[in-house]
């Protein structure tokens, strides 16, 4: 699609989406959000041991995953509770240590009870989380998740990543037909264009084959196997557009308990949010691919000059506390949209395959939905060995999984940008726009917060929305009289809005996000698109 045209066409969405706007601010603020009753399921519970094998048996394998992270091991856990053999190569089963993946959104809260594994959650001293408080300019809103059509149990979930993931893997590995190894995957066996399996080395150093109808590449954010199974130019294209920092809050309350809570500072967003009953994370984004340095000092200079001015006050201490107790962590933030080479007999998944700004904490949420479209593809599958029939039911994954996952991952893209600060008014216009938007209440809080935290995470309603708010943008401008100066602002403010989402849909696909229903599946599973 010609660029020009794109900007256009927002333009003119934005024009109708304003009158909209105007229309709905003076009916019902009720959430759009469906009423959905929510049915735990009883996790089969095994006390056998598994056996550690040093190699397969010939044929007994269905599947081989590669990685037992959140989504290796919940895979697992699911295939094999429909009868699948497993075997999970994973190349490090000790506990993780991360700074992300600490924040599980409701919709994904949703997707763990479906595959029967919400007890994960259990005994890891799990924090249920209810919302956000949004702070700018000494102002704060509390913005709720829209829980009230749903059991008391549905929340948010904040927790240490290893915790989780060591539940994960203790929950597969209760699973006779569940295969947990340690070994780092070195490459895939392929004959005549089909993937047959992996090579692998042992933890002693012992190189395997495994060999399955089935390989799931699941290996994290720097999968060595991703370019084998991506488009040539996608497979190095992994953005970096900013760093965190992390460090951990010891023994103080948030103000808005319960809630994570995103401060709109300069340069970037500031987050804080439970990860035990006792400690809260804080994770501190710097724009750009290089962080102060933590040898020389520089960093605890940022933290103390830039950072600490722009917290509530009622962290500061224990902010200050943790930078000088000095475990400060850092890591890159990578976005990489899905552009999977369908491959006969391996599929990628979780971080390999897909990845956005964890600004939003949707990267769980994501898997898990995938992971759900994947069992329900693969379950009238009793043979895997029918390379065609599999092969077509795999490719229906790609489609299917497009409306909750470019969703996800538009929102976290465009709303990274937003909340940045930049020294263009149109674009700070912008930023405060979201911002008294999200705190009027009503659908226009309850719309935009069940987007992001996966109640209902449609394409059109995260359009409408986004543009909503650059109405209200420009209505804020323009009213109650215009001036040159604030008109030519509010047609930035639209440029703006439009040159940042449209871009991020682009490499979603237009017509795999938007209109889902027009693309070719296999089996009649079209309704699971719009589900």
């Not at 001293?125 to 702070?135: E, I, P, R």
């Not at 060591?166 to 295969?179: C, D, G, P, T, Y």
């Not at 042992?202 to 060999?211: D, F, I, P, S, V």
Request: aromatic share 6%; proline share 6%; hydrophobic share 40%.
């Amino acid at each position: 699609m010609d660029y020009q045209f794109m900007m256009m066409f927002g333009a003119l969405v934005a024009s109708i989406l304003g009158l909209l706007f105007l229309q709905s601010s003076r009916g019902k603020k009720n959430s759009g959000v469906a009423v959905r009753k929510i049915r735990k399921n009883e996790c089969s519970k095994r006390s056998e041991n598994v056996t550690h094998h040093s190699a397969d048996v010939a044929g007994s394998t269905d599947i081989i995953i590669v990685g037992a992270g959140v989504a290796g091991s919940a895979l697992a856990y699911t295939l094999a509770k429909d009868g699948r053999q497993v075997h999970v190569i994973e190349r490090d089963l000790t506990e993780p240590d991360r700074i992300v993946g600490e924040l599980l959104q409701p919709g994904g809260y949703l997707k763990l009870i479906e595959l029967g594994l919400e007890d994960c959650v259990n005994q890891i001293d799990a924090q249920q989380v209810f919302g956000y408080a949004l702070y700018k300019d000494g102002k704060s809103t509390k913005v709720s998740y829209p829980l009230e059509n749903f059991n008391s149990d549905v929340s948010g979930r904040s927790f240490h990543n290893g915790r989780f993931i060591q539940r994960m893997r203790e929950k597969a590995a209760s699973l006779s037909n569940v295969r947990l190894e340690q070994g780092s995957v070195t490459s895939l066996i392929e004959e005549e264009g089909i993937i047959k399996g992996v090579t692998y080395k042992t933890k002693t150093g012992q190189e395997l084959t495994a060999y399955s109808p089935l390989t799931v590449v699941c290996d994290g954010c720097c999968s060595n196997l991703r370019r084998s199974l991506s488009k040539p130019k996608f497979s190095i294209l992994v953005e970096i557009p900013s760093c965190f920092v992390g460090l951990i809050l010891e023994n103080c309350e948030l103000p808005y308990k319960n809630h994570g809570h995103v401060i709109l500072a300069d340069p970037s967003p500031i987050l804080f949010y439970p990860i035990s009953s006792t400690e809260v994370r804080c994770l501190v984004d710097v724009p750009g691919q290089k962080v102060p340095s933590t040898s020389n000092g520089e960093m605890t200079n940022y933290l103390k000059t830039v950072v600490a001015p722009q917290i509530p006050r009622e962290l500061c201490s224990a902010f200050m506390s943790a930078i000088d107790k000095g475990n400060i962590r850092t890591m890159t933030n990578r976005s990489m949209p899905a552009a999977p080479s369908p491959t006969p007999g391996a599929l990628l998944l979780g971080d390999s395959f897909n990845m956005r700004h964890p600004l939003t904490g949707g990267g769980m949420t994501v898997a898990l939905s995938d992971i759900v479209v994947l069992r329900d593809l693969l379950r009238p599958l009793r043979n895997l060995n029918d390379a065609p029939t599999l092969c077509k039911h795999l490719q229906s994954f790609y489609t299917l999984r497009k409306p909750v996952a470019s969703t996800i991952n538009t929102l976290a893209g465009a709303l990274y940008k937003v909340f940045c600060a930049s020294p263009d008014p149109s674009r700070n216009e912008l930023r405060l726009a979201c911002f008294d938007y999200l705190s009027l209440g009503g659908a226009f809080t309850n719309g935009p917060i069940a987007i992001l935290s996966g109640l209902n995470p449609r394409p059109l309603s995260l359009v409408k929305h986004f543009f909503a708010v650059a109405i209200y943008g420009v209505g804020r401008l323009l009213l109650p009289f215009p001036s040159p100066k604030r008109m030519l602002i509010s047609a930035r403010l639209i440029l703006d809005a439009t040159s940042i989402i449209f871009p991020i849909i682009k490499a979603e696909g237009v017509r795999e996000m938007l209109f889902p229903a027009s693309m070719p599946t296999n089996y009649g599973v079209q309704d699971l698109c719009l589900s």
